[in-house]
C-alpha cells in the first residue's frame, strides 16, 4: 500500500499577534500553503530581550518546528531576525527566512531618507541600517525604538487615544529629519497602520516587509521545487502562553476567532527570572 504522505506546513512565528500581519500576506501570495503560526506569548514582549534570550528561544522555536511536518519557516519578528537568525540558520537545515532583507530592499526602491520604527532590541542592533546601507550606501536611515507599541497592541489598545499620543512622539524625530519613506521594523505595527497614515504626510511611502517576506517566501518554495499545488489545510495556531488571550486579540485581524492550542515549550513555560537577562 502507498504510505500517504503528511501534508508539509510552513511555519510561522513571532512573539504574539504581530505576526498575523505576515500570515495575512502569506494567504494573498502563497493561496495553496498550510501553515502553522507559533506566537510565544508567555515571553512577550520580546523588543527589550538580550541577544542570548532571543537565540535561546529561537532555538526552542525551531526544533518544535521541526517536529511538526514543517518545510520552512517564516521569522515574522524582526527582533529575533536582527538579533538571532545569522547563528540559528548555522544549526539547522530548514530554510528560514527573515524581513530585514526583503524589507530593506524594498525600502531603497521608495527613497533616500528612510526611517525605520521598530523595537528598542531591533533599533538598537542597526540591523535595518546595515542592511539598507549594504544594498544602497547612499540611503540615510534613522531607526526609532518604540517600546509602548507592542504591549498595547497586545492589550488591544490599538486604537485609544493614548496610542496615537505615543505614536506622535516616536514619530516626531523622524519627521524632523525630513524622511520620504517609512518601515515598519516590526511585524505588530502594521496593526497600527491607521494610526500612523493619519500622523504622517501623505508624500511619505510605507514599507511593510511581510508583504515582501511573502513574495521571497513565495520564490524560494519555487526554487526548492517545495511549492503546495492542493489546497491548503486550516492553520494552526499554537501559543505558549493563554490561548484565549490570544484568540481574543487576534480576531479582529483574521475576521474570526481562532482555535488556539497551548504549547508547552520548556524555557516559555518554566518562567525564565527576569535577572538572567543581558
Ligand atoms: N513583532 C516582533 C518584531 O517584529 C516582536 C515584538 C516584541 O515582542 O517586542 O520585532
Known amino acids: 500500500m502507498r504510505k500517504l ?3 508539509q506546513r510552513i511555519g510561522i512565528f513571532d512573539s504574539g499577534v504581530g505576526g498575523i500581519t505576515v500570515l495575512r500576506e502569506v494567504y494573498r501570495h502563497l493561496p495553496n500553503e498550510s501553515v502553522v503560526y507559533f506566537g510565544d506569548t508567555a515571553r512577550l514582549p520580546y523588543g527589550n530581550r538580550s541577544r542570548a534570550e532571543i537565540t535561546e528561544f529561537m532555538r526552542e522555536i525551531i526544533t518544535w518546528f521541526e517536529t511538526q511536518e514543517v518545510k520552512m519557516v517564516i521569522t515574522a519578528c524582526n527582533t529575533s531576525d536582527a538579533l538571532a537568525l545569522e547563528t540559528i540558520r548555522q544549526e539547522f537545515s530548514l530554510p528560514i527566512l527573515g524581513l530585514i532583507l526583503p524589507g530593506a530592499r524594498a525600502a531603497v526602491k521608495q527613497g533616500k531618507r528612510i526611517g525605520v520604527i521598530a523595537t528598542p532590541a531591533t533599533a538598537q542592533s542597526n540591523a535595518y541600517r546595515r ?3 549594504e544594498v544602497d550606501p547612499t540611503c540615510q536611515v534613522w531607526q526609532v525604538g518604540c517600546p509602548e507599541f507592542v504591549p498595547l497592541i497586545e492589550q488591544n489598545r490599538a486604537n485609544d487615544p493614548y496610542t496615537r499620543e505615543v505614536a506622535e512622539q516616536y514619530l516626531r524625530p523622524l519627521l524632523q529629519q525630513q524622511i520620504d519613506t517609512l518601515v515598519y521594523g516590526c511585524t505588530h505595527y502594521p496593526h497600527l497602520d491607521r ?9 511619505i511611502k ?4 511581510a508583504l515582501h517576506v511573502a513574495t521571497a517566501a513565495a520564490q524560494e518554495l519555487e526554487l526548492l521545487g517545495r511549492t503546495s499545488t492542493k489546497p491548503p489545510t486550516a492553520t494552526r495556531f499554537c501559543v505558549s502562553g493563554s490561548p484565549s488571550q490570544f484568540a481574543q486579540v487576534a480576531k479582529q485581524w483574521l475576521g ?6 497551548k504549547i508547552y515549550l520548556r524555557g516559555a513555560n ?4 527576569l535577572d538572567s537577562r543581558e
Do not use: F, N
Open 131 to 133: 542592511a539598507i546601507q
Open 5 to 7: 504522505e503528511k501534508p
Open 270 to 273: 518554566s518562567l525564565l527570572p
Open 195 to 203: 494610526v500612523l497614515r493619519s500622523l504622517l504626510p501623505s508624500h
Open 206 to 209: 510605507l514599507v511593510d516587509p
Open 256 to 261: 474570526c476567532t481562532p482555535r488556539v492550542e
